[in-house]
């Protein structure tokens, strides 16, 4: 995901990146986010100046206080004043807290934009609509045809009583399936090698939680 301030800083760059994805149906959420953004911003200040000023109001409240001790023939007026102040700390709570609040949606609303707006394109990358535009980079020796049709490889699964389609539709939608029985073992079977090829390089075993951010 895209940093809000390299949005807001660079729009222009970041509405050709979308041209160049061929994804123009989300242009105008450049434009949006970065209104949002500063709305963010106004409200997240504004909170943060009423609470300063809540600061401020304190101590003044406890200085006067401390005089209306000090100077008890003058208490009934520092008292006074005291909680006048302390009518206008909880009037401004009111409106911190409203700001506060308001500063939280609209951050939740820029994040849910901002994971629509795709990643800049690395300058190395041809830019096309599908991978027709790719181009060759290096090639190593040449290509060898076998002589058989080479079967794709969830009917490889499927002669193996290995893949179940018509289940993992239900769950995750099409292009997802369950593998089982031996494939499935075969699968675990070559995640076991390929992390004890890795450990063997020196690499430390990790899993991570499931749940990331």
């Known amino acids: ?103 939280d949606q609209l951050a939740a609303q820029v994040r849910e934009i901002m994971l629509k707006i795709p990643n800049i394109i690395d300058p190395s990358v041809p830019i096309g609509p599908d991978d027709s535009c790719n181009v060759e980079v290096q090639r190593f020796g040449e290509p060898k045809v076998p002589d058989f049709e080479v079967p794709y490889h969830a009917d490889i699964m499927a002669a193996f009583n290995g893949l179940d389609l018509t289940s993992a539709r239900r769950v995750s939608g099409t292009g997802f399936y369950y593998l089982l029985g031996d494939i499935a073992r075969l699968h675990e079977a070559v995640l076991a090698y390929a992390r004890d090829f890795m450990i063997n390089k020196g690499f430390t075993f990790c899993v991570p939680p499931f749940m990331i951010h």
């Open 1 to 103: 995901m895209l940093d809000i301030k390299f949005v807001r800083d660079n729009p222009d760059i970041v509405k050709q990146n979308i041209k160049n994805k061929f994804q123009d149906e989300k242009l105008p959420l450049v434009d949006q986010v970065i209104e949002l953004y500063g709305r963010q911003l106004e409200a997240k200040q504004g909170a943060e100046a009423l609470q300063a000023n809540r600061n401020t109001l304190s101590k003044q409240i406890g200085a006067l206080k401390g005089k209306a001790k000090k100077e008890p023939e003058k208490a009934a007026e520092y008292e006074a004043q005291a909680a006048e102040l302390q009518a206008q700390v909880t009037r401004e709570a009111e409106e911190r807290e409203k700001l506060a609040k308001e500063a």
